[in-house]
């Protein structure tokens, strides 16, 4: 029997998909079988395409990641797969120099500040090495974390502000992250360039007038979120001048201008709450300034009225709930006697 591609020459075997006889030169063996040229070729193809990825994962590094967690602790090492949409993902624990530790560690999203794509988990790296390229896109914006840490880049896709988390690409070529995976919930706010350039220059400009009153000279220096709360402050937005003291006393617990300025906020939401007639919300925010200074004058005497407003205002709920089940009974032993 003669080769149908080769007519001067005996088949030497048959495919063993469709069973056709072939010369030794048409037939191919894989694993133990042989293949006609037409059933090899979508074999070789897959072959191709391994020997392809496995070239790729020869050029491309594995991706170092350094999770930032909000108590201030941090894990890095590598994650073979990360769903963002999950709760978390599996970290893969290195040392400093990329060696395995044998420890893989458990990563909630919720725990995180953000996970950083580096360059180096040391923070050295080689500034004339190639880094990956990313495809210009997004929005431009500037994260600012509870703990103060400010990051300017841009996102990978459009902003979406419902997003949990996002990816955010440093604008400063220089800086370790090649990428960033941002946890909205440790943000203390999100900024476009402008709005991030207005308020940097209006903490300036109080920084300068309290330098100017005198008020820094023989005292802890005002830090960047204590200007910004005094700023809000003064636009009278009492919870975000509280957010923003409350940041910078982590950085400064023992300051009693701090603590003085804290009071004063509180107090002044907790009246915001009684101007709206939520007293037990006024009384929670009193009782927060109490925490503060026990003895503050204001927040006791607040407080003091605010129960007892409180209490008469339960009374007359009771003696109106009461007085309704009286005259219900009153009403049905009424109906009882007319149907006798």
């Known amino acids: 029997m003669k080769c149908p591609n080769h007519l001067l020459r005996n088949a030497a075997g048959y495919c063993c998909v469709c069973g056709s006889f072939f010369c030794e030169d048409c ?3 894989h694993e133990g079988n042989l293949y006609c040229p037409k059933h090899y ?7 191709e395409e391994e020997l392809k990825r496995a070239e790729s994962r020869k050029r491309h590094a594995r991706h170092a990641l350094i999770a930032y967690f909000k108590d201030g602790h941090r894990e890095q090492g590598v994650c073979h797969a990360m769903n963002i949409r999950e709760p978390g993902f599996h970290l893969s624990c290195e040392d400093d120099r990329g060696a395995t530790t044998g420890k893989t560690a458990r990563i909630r999203f919720a725990d995180l500040r953000c996970v950083a794509n580096v360059k180096s988990y040391t923070g050295k790296f080689d500034k004339s090495q190639p ?3 990313h495809t210009q896109g997004g929005t431009e914006v500037v994260v600012e974390f509870e703990d103060g840490e400010v990051i300017d880049g841009r996102t990978v896709h459009v902003f979406d502000p419902d997003a949990p988390r996002f990816y955010l690409i440093p604008k400063d070529p220089n800086s370790n992250y090649i990428n960033v995976l941002v946890e909205r919930s440790a943000l203390s706010g999100i900024y476009s360039p402008d709005e991030w350039a207005s308020r940097k220059a209006a903490a300036e400009n109080k920084r300068r007038q ?6 820094v000279v023989g005292s802890t220096p005002t830090s960047q979120e204590e200007t910004m709360g005094d700023f809000y402050f003064e636009q009278h937005n009492y919870t975000g001048a509280l957010e923003q003291y409350r940041v910078a006393a982590r950085r400064a617990p023992d300051s009693p201008r701090l603590k003085k300025k804290s009071l004063a906020a509180t107090l002044n939401i907790g009246i915001g709450h009684v ?3 939520d007293y037990p919300k006024a009384l929670e925010w009193m009782e927060k300034a109490l925490e503060i200074d026990p003895d503050n004058d204001a927040a006791v005497r607040k407080a ?3 129960r007892k407003i409180i209490e008469k205002t339960t009374r007359r709920m009771q003696a109106y709930k009461e007085g309704t089940l009286f005259n219900k009974a009153k009403a049905e032993e009424a109906d009882e006697l007319l149907d006798d």
Do not use: C, D, N, S
């Open 41 to 47: 070729k979508p074999i070789a193809a897959k072959h």
């Open 210 to 215: 309290l330098k100017a009153e005198g008020q």
């Open 304 to 306: 003091k009225q605010l």
């Open 275 to 277: 101007k709206r007639r």
């Open 27 to 29: 037939l191919t063996r």
């Open 131 to 133: 880094q990956e390229e």
